[in-house]
């Protein structure tokens, strides 16, 4: 398992920029695909974005497709989201999420998640 710690949440204004981060353990970190899912008051927990192992492909959600990049530092293991123009629609608790194997499979199912990290968009 990995074990994950999100950081960078906080209170930012309709347009404004965050950049999130997620702290990995393990021994293992490299070989996993990482991803970003996001969570609002009353709505189902919702895929965000993916990175491979490798950091050379991702794959976004539409609804922040053009807004958000994810990337990774495998020797750092860290991974990141800049979170550009954000919207009051983007307010949710942020979590950082894990899987071995092909990325595209962690949109679907997570092997490991972090404890969230609060994202407050206001108008």
């Known amino acids: 398992q990995v074990q994950l710690v999100e950081s960078g949440g906080g209170l930012v204004q309709a347009g404004g920029s965050l950049r999130l981060s997620c702290a990995a353990s393990?021994?293992?970190?490299?070989?996993?695909?990482m991803g970003w899912f996001r969570q609002a008051p009353g709505k189902a927990r919702e895929f965000v974005a993916v990175v491979s192992w490798s950091g050379y492909d991702t794959y976004y959600s539409d609804s922040v497709q053009g807004r958000f990049t994810i990337s990774r530092d495998n020797a750092k293991n860290m991974v990141y989201l800049q979170m550009n123009s954000l919207k009051p629609e983007d307010t949710a608790v942020y979590y950082c999420?894990?899987?071995?194997?092909?990325?595209?499979?962690?949109?679907?199912?997570?092997?490991?998640w972090g404890q969230g990290t609060q994202v407050t968009v206001s108008s």
């Open positions: 393990g021994r293992t970190f490299s070989n996993y695909a």
């Open positions: 999420a894990s899987r071995a194997g092909y990325y595209r499979d962690l949109q679907s199912k997570a092997d490991s």
